[in-house]
């Protein structure tokens, strides 16, 4: 099967974790992968299977159309999976042009709000000529099918290939973690406003008065200097660790105790995924996909909304719990083996064979 994986750069990102985790497995599971990159450049370009080829448009968006024509025309691709509306719109007029017969997976990864109501009707026309629609949870096919007025039967929910099993654990050399005789908290992602960061900054605080814990932060983003900042004005800067990206977080979480996910909103919520792996519970905001994750308490903790005035209380009594071992999660890593990259094939090709 010749599958090629559209994503606009190969830097740090959740939808271009997704496409590295697919090329690689189904590049093992003897599938021919092409990811077509408007600019490869990034810190996900070496993490590509050697064997995967990395098509560079060297194109944004606005020149994407072109030469996406000219690849389609002269390569069979039998499965075109294309992030986002607007690469869906390029890539489906791409595919009528070129008179191409691969099949449009139009993958939504994110909560994408197109406000102007004549982009909508444009792109609705265009995103229903995709062959198979796909959301990575139902909360994003909810949202997509409402915003376009698309029927939701239209959306298959693909489980994101969160892990490889074959490559899902290294060794790691990690001096902080060696040294912490305590329980550790740990969150992940970019350090950007939306993910609110200081919710777990916040929350070991109020923890540490009561018992020692620390807390480990994976992930880089032009919030760090405020999360610093923070830290310093609530003197646990030494208890709060800053790792950095990390391109393998399930060898930091299995070190850990807990794992936080404060975000605004998520799709999915790869993190959350990772620390279940681990056997690690997870304590959530309701920001979308990880209240799925964790089935409704079944294996971790919703303390509502981001900014909800209890929020920090909520964690601080979540995290209190768990610690005490008065709410023990069980199966959490049993329940993972369904986002093994190498698991997923039969997902993937299914609706491919229902479509030609």
Request: charged fraction near 25%; proline fraction near 3%; charge should be negative.
């Amino acid at each position: 099967m010749n599958i090629a994986f559209i994503t606009p750069q190969l830097k740090i990102g959740g939808y271009e974790k997704v496409v590295v985790n697919y090329a690689n497995a189904f590049c093992t599971l003897g599938h021919k992968i092409t990811v077509i990159c408007g600019f490869k450049e990034g810190e996900y370009e070496k993490e590509l299977d050697s064997q995967v080829e990395i098509v560079e448009f060297k194109a944004r968006l606005r020149t994407f159309l072109i030469p996406l024509i000219k690849y389609l025309k002269n390569n069979k691709i039998d499965i075109l999976y294309v992030p986002f509306h607007t690469y869906t719109s390029v890539a489906v007029i791409a595919k009528m042009i070129s008179k191409s017969q691969t099949v449009i997976y139009s993958a939504e990864h994110g909560f994408e709000n197109e406000s102007q109501k004549f982009v909508r009707k444009i792109m609705k026309y265009l995103i229903e000529k995709a062959d198979v629609l796909i959301a990575v949870s139902d909360a994003v096919a909810k949202y997509d099918a409402g915003q376009f007025g698309i029927d939701h039967n239209r959306y298959q929910v693909f489980d994101n290939p969160v892990y490889n099993s074959e490559e899902s654990s290294v060794d790691i050399k990690c001096t902080w973690l060696e040294k912490q005789e305590c329980p550790i908290l740990v969150t992940s992602g970019r350090l950007a406003k939306d993910k609110h960061i200081d919710i777990p900054i916040k929350i070991v605080a109020e923890v540490s008065k009561k018992r020692k814990v620390s807390l480990l932060i994976l992930g880089s983003g032009e919030e760090k200097e405020q999360l610093l900042k923070l830290a310093e004005e609530l003197q646990i800067l030494d208890i709060v660790h800053f790792e950095g990206f990390v391109s393998n977080p399930i060898s930091y979480i299995s070190k850990c105790d807990i794992y936080l996910q404060t975000s605004e909103i998520e799709s999915f919520g790869n993190g959350v995924i990772e620390a279940q792996y681990c056997n690690i519970p997870a304590i959530v905001t309701d920001c979308g996909g990880p209240v799925e994750l964790i089935e409704n308490g079944k294996y971790g903790i919703n303390i509502g909304r981001f900014d909800s005035e209890d929020v920090i209380s909520n964690g601080v009594q979540a995290v209190l719990n768990i610690l005490d071992k008065n709410i023990i999660f069980k199966g959490l890593h049993e329940r993972t083996k369904r986002y093994d990259a190498l698991n997923l094939e039969k997902q993937f090709m299914e609706p491919y064979y229902e479509h030609i």
